[in-house]
């Protein structure tokens, strides 16, 4: 979202059963995702959108090779590559949302939340 998570992330990750991962690109750092008990992919984020679909695979399967039966991403409608990733995955929509502003808020196009929103 162009923002520090850093407090955020913090709290997500304390809680018990989450797991941090950085997602790497020849050796830099480029994104990185939230996996949560119960299922959850998020929060996630990349520093270029092109990355965001393969986050959101690699999220989303590794939630499976935990022994989640039922994998949850919540991805923003601006993100193209997360939602390709979900729908190739097999998930499907459960709650369409909408985000407007009077002026640009951030990046989504590189992101996906968790679930609960923190906006």
Request: net charge neutral.
């Amino acid at each position: 979202r162009g923002c520090r998570r850093d407090t955020d992330i913090a709290f997500t990750v304390a809680e018990e059963g989450s797991r941090f991962f950085e997602a790497r690109e020849g050796g830099d750092a480029v994104g990185y995702v939230v996996l949560q008990r119960k299922g959850t992919v998020g929060p996630g984020g990349v520093i270029d959108p092109r990355y965001t679909e393969g986050l959101a695979w690699a999220g989303l399967q590794a939630q499976r090779d935990l022994g989640a039966e039922r994998p949850y991403i919540q991805v923003l409608g601006h993100n193209e590559g997360a939602l390709r990733a979900a729908f190739a995955a097999g998930l499907k929509i459960d709650s369409p949302g909408v985000w407007m502003a009077q002026r640009e808020f951030g990046k989504f196009d590189r992101y996906f939340a968790m679930s609960g929103d923190l906006f």
